[in-house]
Nanobody, 115 residues
Framework: QVQLVESGGGLVQPGGSLRLSCAAS????????VYWYRQIPGKQREVVAT???????IVEDSAKGRFTVPRDNAKNTIYLQMNSLKPEDTAVYYC?????????WGQGTQVTVSS
């Protein structure tokens, strides 16, 4: 049974940093591409960063230069390191993997960027 659990969200001031965690069970994360999505109420869920199964990081333009995707294989956990946060980064953040054609999601973690 694949399970993903996100944590690390919270309230942060503009310009601040947060590190989100995505801990996995039921699979070895390093063998899969892991996607970080976010969703603003009333809008579609959008991908912000991807760590591919080959170790390549892809960051969407909205987060380029500010977000990175570190990974701790020993903990079977992947992170979303978010720096220089902006109010428009406020959203619920999800990690996701696709296993045998099925997409799995974590429960999401709220990030609020506000002064």
């Amino acid at each position: 049974q694949v399970q993903l659990v996100e944590s690390g969200g919270g309230l942060v001031q503009p310009g601040g940093s947060l590190r989100l965690s995505c801990a996995a069970s039921g699979l070895i994360l390093s063998g899969y591409s892991v996607y970080w999505y976010r969703q603003i109420p009333g809008k579609q869920r959008e991908v912000v960063a991807t760590m591919t199964s080959t170790g390549t990081t892809i960051v969407e333009d909205s987060a380029k230069g500010r977000f990175t995707v570190p990974r701790d294989n020993a903990k079977n956990t992947i992170y979303l390191q978010m720096n220089s946060l902006k109010p428009e980064d406020t959203a619920v953040y999800y990690c996701s993997v696709i296993v045998l054609g099925r997409r799995y999601w974590g429960q999401g973690t709220q990030v609020t960027v506000s002064s």
